[in-house]
């Protein structure tokens, strides 16, 4: 199944869904229409059965630069300016409350808004020569947005230096700060998000959405209510088939029959 969108490409082979940013002229920029395209395949995917897990990663020279400047600059007031940045953010938001798990596989340069994205997956894995960045302090334009899931995935110290200074990060740098998982060789790169997303794809789709959605709950809770929410979690994944079925195969030495339920 090959689909293609504004500035997108997509496909689903094997339970694994492809994202493919491809607006290579612009550094595949996170334009309007790029959202669009997006959101659109993210709501699509929520309720796809045929797919259990989601790859986003850029073609051509890198990821995502960001923002499309020329299109910002195009905008004339401020009610523009809203209007792009919450369709950003809306973006982002579907991707952490989506059902499914999502992989950035990145190469290049992830800057600004692309560095969100990043951020905002729930795994990342990159090049060895790949470069993250939230350069907007150097346009006069601090990365606000950006922020927001930069400062979720990595130390206030850390992040805070990103942001003032703009600089760009090495991948190893990116791994030691809590950005990305790993990074790998760029000829290595396929083979290791594949592996990683066929191993995921063989769990349970309903308790993979259970453990999401929880995750990012309880992130945001005080911890005595972190462990109330949990608990209740915990009793609710244990009410399920998939789990019945997932301690029977353990005491009996088996592979588990998936239901779904």
Not at 53 to 77: R, T
Not at 99 to 125: E, M, N, T
Not at 142 to 155: G, Q
Request: hydrophobic share 40%; with cysteine.
């Amino acid at each position: 199944m090959i689909k293609k969108y504004k500035n997108l490409k997509f496909v689903i082979k094997e339970g694994i869904a492809r994202i493919i940013l491809d607006n290579p002229t612009t550094y595949n920029a996170l334009s309007m229409e790029t959202i669009d395209s997006l959101l659109k395949i993210f709501k699509f995917l929520n309720n796809d059965k045929k797919s259990k897990i989601i790859i986003i990663e850029g073609s051509g020279a890198g990821f995502s630069a960001g923002h499309n400047l020329k299109e910002i600059q195009s905008l004339k007031n401020k009610l523009a300016y809203k209007k792009l940045f919450n369709h950003c953010s809306k973006l982002m938001l579907q991707i952490i409350n989506h059902r499914k798990p999502i992989i950035a596989k990145v190469h290049g340069a992830a800057f600004a808004a692309g560095c969100q994205l990043v951020a905002s997956c729930d795994l990342a894995y990159s090049t060895s020569d790949a470069i993250f960045a939230t350069p907007g302090v150097n346009i006069g334009l601090f990365c606000s947005t950006p922020m927001v899931a930069l400062s979720r995935k990595v130390a206030r110290k850390k992040s805070m230096k990103m942001l003032l200074t703009g600089e760009s990060i090495s991948a190893s740098y990116a791994k030691e700060i809590g950005l990305i998982n790993d990074f790998f060789d760029p000829k290595k790169l396929e083979d290791e998000v594949l592996k990683v997303a066929k191993v995921i794809s063989s769990k349970s789709n309903l308790v993979l959405s259970f453990g999401k959605s929880s995750f990012y709950k309880q992130l945001e809770l005080p911890i005595d209510k972190a462990y109330k929410y949990t608990c209740e979690i915990m009793a609710q994944n244990m009410m399920t088939e998939d789990a019945k079925e997932g301690i029977n195969a353990f005491i009996e030495k088996r592979n588990p029959i998936w239901k779904n339920k």
